[in-house]
C-alpha cells in the first residue's frame, strides 16, 4: 500500500513539474478624450480627434506557477513613477509579481504625454486636468488588461522567426565631408558628400503563440522592429501610428482570434525617411510593409520549446551629464523666453536636459536605469531597455547574445531619455544633446543585460 502511495505522489508531483506552458493574451481601450495633452514634440499639443484608437496590449506567460506578463502600450514611452504604479496594481489585482512584468511604449508620437518631472512638463502641460485624469487612469487600465489575459492563459506552443525589412527605416543621423557634427535628419543625402552616421537594423522579430490543440489556432504574436513611428506628424489626432496598423494586418491576415503585441526596437537613431531619395511613406505604406516582411517569416516559423519564464531585472545607476557655467546659464536664459519664442527643436532639447540634469543633480537623484531579461525558452529571450537606445547597441547586444534570438523592446520600465553609443557623442546634434546620461553609459547597460541573459541561459 505505502509503495502505491509513494508512486501516486511521484506522478502528481512529475505532473505538477511538467506542466503546461500557457499563454493569455488581451488588450485594454486606452484612447484618450479630446483635450489630453499630447508627447512627443516640445510644444503644446491638445488632442482633437482619432485616427485609431490606442491600446494596452498583454501577453500574460505561465508555467509550474512561474508567471511573467510583457504590456506594450500605445504611447510615446513609460515613466519610472507610473511603471511602478502599474506594476503594483498588476501585483495586487493579478498576483504577478511586479519586477516579473515588462512594461513598454511605442514610441508613438500621436499619443498622451506622461509627466516627466522637467521643463517639458510645462512645456506639454501634461499637469493639466485633462492630463492628470488621464494618467491616474492608465495603472487601473493596465492592471485589467494583465487581469484579462491572465485569465485566458491555455496551453500554447511557441515558434519564432526573424524576418528582414529592408529599405523601410533609415539612420536619420548623416556624417557630411568637413563637417564635424552631425546633421539631424536632413531632407535628402547628397550622396557625393554625404553618408549615413550609422546602420540600421532590418530584423523583424516574430514569435507566434499557437493552442496547442488539434486546431493549433494563433492565439498571439510578439513582433519587434526598431523604427522611429512618427509617420502621422505633428497634429493633434490621436493615432498609434505604424504599429498599429503593423498588428492589425497581422491579426487580420494569420487569425482574428488573436492579439498581435509589437515591442519598438533600439531606433534612437531611426527613422522612417528616406534621407537617400527624399521619400516618405504613409503610415498605412510603413505598417503593410512590415507586416508583408513578417508575412515571410511566418511562413518560416521553427518551434521552440518553452519553459517557465525566465526573468531577471537590475537597477544601474548612471552617471548624469557635466555642464559648464556658461551652458547652465544658457539654458536658464533661455527657458525664460521659451514660451514666447520658438528656439527650435535642438536648442529646447538641449535647454530641457541642461535644467533637468543639474536640478536633480541638486537634489541627489541618481539617474537610475533597469534591465529586464524574460527568456521564453533556451533560443528566445526579450530585453527590455528604458530609453531612446541607438541601434549600434542593440546590434551588439544581439550579436553577444547567447539566445539565437534575442528581442529587445525600447522605452520599457521607464526612460531616461536618449542613449547613443559611444561613438555617437563627438558627432553632438539632437540626440547627444539630449541624452541625461554620460559617455559610456549606452554600453554599460548592454553589458547589464548580456550578464543577465548569460544567467537565464545557464537557468541560474
Known amino acids: 500500500m505505502i509503495p502505491r502511495l509513494i508512486a501516486c505522489c511521484f506522478l502528481v508531483v512529475s505532473h505538477i513539474h511538467a506542466g503546461d506552458f500557457r499563454v493569455g493574451a488581451a488588450q485594454v481601450d486606452i ?14 499639443r491638445g488632442s482633437e ?57 511605442t514610441h508613438t508620437h500621436s499619443g498622451p504625454q506622461q509627466p516627466r518631472g522637467s521643463l517639458m512638463d510645462d512645456i506639454t502641460k501634461v499637469n493639466s486636468p485633462a492630463g492628470v ?28 522567426a526573424v524576418g528582414k525589412a529592408e529599405g523601410i527605416s533609415f539612420n536619420r543621423r548623416v556624417l557630411r565631408d568637413g563637417v564635424k557634427e552631425a ?35 494563433p492565439l498571439a504574436s510578439f513582433l519587434n522592429f526598431a ?9 493633434t489626432k490621436i493615432s498609434a501610428d505604424y504599429p498599429g496598423v503593423f498588428t492589425r494586418l ?8 488573436m492579439i498581435s503585441v509589437f515591442a519598438n526596437g533600439c531606433c534612437g537613431n531611426i527613422n522612417h525617411h528616406d534621407y537617400i531619395t527624399g521619400k516618405h ?26 519553459y517557465a519564464p525566465r526573468v531577471r531585472s537590475e537597477q544601474v545607476t548612471l552617471q548624469r551629464r557635466s555642464y559648464t557655467p556658461e551652458q547652465i546659464a544658457k539654458a536658464k536664459d533661455m527657458a525664460a523666453n521659451m514660451f514666447t519664442k520658438n528656439f527650435g527643436t535642438v536648442p529646447m532639447a538641449e535647454t530641457v536636459c541642461i ?12 539617474l537610475l536605469a533597469e534591465v529586464q531579461v524574460i527568456a521564453l525558452s533556451d533560443e528566445v529571450a526579450i530585453v527590455a531597455l528604458p530609453g531612446e537606445i541607438f541601434v549600434e547597441l542593440g546590434l551588439a547586444l544581439k550579436k553577444a547574445s547567447p539566445f539565437k534570438t534575442t528581442l529587445i523592446a525600447e522605452l520599457a520600465n521607464g526612460s531616461i531619455g536618449y542613449i547613443p553609443n559611444r561613438d555617437a557623442y563627438p558627432q553632438g546634434n539632437y540626440e547627444v544633446v539630449s541624452a541625461r546620461n554620460e559617455v559610456g553609459s549606452g554600453e554599460k547597460l548592454v553589458e547589464v543585460a548580456l550578464r543577465l541573459l548569460g544567467e537565464v541561459k545557464k537557468g541560474e
Request: charged content about 25%.
Open 250 to 257: 497581422i491579426t487580420e491576415r494569420h487569425g482574428l482570434g
Open 355 to 366: 535644467l533637468e540634469t543639474e536640478e536633480k543633480k541638486e537634489k541627489n537623484i541618481p
Open 49 to 105: 480627434g482619432v485616427l485609431d484608437p490606442l491600446h494596452a496590449k498583454t501577453l500574460v506567460f505561465e508555467k509550474d506557477g512561474v508567471h511573467a506578463a510583457i504590456v506594450v502600450l500605445d504611447l510615446s514611452g513609460t515613466v519610472r513613477p507610473l511603471v511602478a504604479e502599474m506594476r503594483k496594481a498588476i501585483q495586487e489585482q493579478c498576483g504577478i509579481e511586479g519586477d516579473h512584468v515588462m512594461i513598454s511604449g
Open 183 to 217: 546633421i539631424w535628419q536632413p531632407k535628402k543625402l547628397n550622396p557625393a558628400t554625404d553618408k549615413p552616421a550609422g546602420p540600421i537594423d532590418p530584423d523583424v522579430g516574430v514569435v507566434a503563440f499557437h493552442g496547442a490543440g488539434a486546431d493549433a489556432a
Open 133 to 160: 485624469s488621464y494618467i491616474s487612469a492608465l495603472p487601473g487600465l493596465v492592471a485589467q488588461s494583465v487581469k484579462e489575459a491572465k485569465a485566458k492563459l491555455t496551453p500554447a506552443k511557441a515558434s519564432v
Open 31 to 44: 484612447t484618450p478624450k479630446d483635450g489630453t495633452p499630447l508627447g512627443g514634440y516640445y510644444k503644446f
Open 227 to 235: 523604427m522611429h513611428p512618427t509617420s502621422v506628424g505633428g497634429g
Open 281 to 306: 511613406r504613409s503610415t498605412l505604406e510603413l505598417g503593410t510593409a512590415l507586416a508583408d516582411a513578417a508575412d515571410a517569416a511566418w511562413a518560416k516559423l521553427e518551434p521552440t520549446t518553452a
